[in-house]
């Protein structure tokens, strides 16, 4: 199962992850925008436009996603 830059599209990603670990049978690959790249990327004058789009209703960080994993995936693994 892969979702590349998806969740953070919709409203109840909670409801949406669990579905999606409850159905996968191997392995789940998420992908999402970091906003902690912002501070980065502004200091270097780019802009991370994806993050930046009107209709992302939810923000992650790689920590704040991974600790959510972490409390329905006990065995989730991070990768930068």
Same mark, same amino acid.
């Given at each position: 199962?892969?979702? @590349?830059?998806?969740?953070?599209?919709?409203?109840?990603?909670?409801?949406? =992850?669990?579905? @999606?670990?409850?159905?996968?049978?191997?392995?789940? =690959?998420? %992908?999402?925008?970091?906003?902690? %790249?912002?501070?980065?990327?502004?200091?270097? %004058?780019?802009?991370?436009?994806?993050?930046?789009?009107?209709?992302?209703?939810?923000?992650?960080?790689?920590? %704040? @996603?991974?600790? +959510?994993?972490?409390? =329905?995936?006990?065995? +989730? @693994?991070?990768?930068?």
């Amino acid at each position: 199962m892969i979702s @590349l830059e998806v969740i953070e599209h919709i409203p109840d990603y909670e409801m949406t =992850i669990k579905e @999606l670990a409850r159905i996968v049978k191997n392995k789940m =690959i998420v %992908s999402v925008p970091d906003i902690s %790249s912002i501070p980065i990327c502004c200091h270097n %004058s780019v802009v991370p436009w994806h993050i930046l789009e009107a209709n992302h209703v939810n923000f992650f960080t790689q920590n %704040s @996603l991974g600790s +959510f994993f972490n409390n =329905i995936l006990p065995k +989730f @693994l991070s990768y930068e």
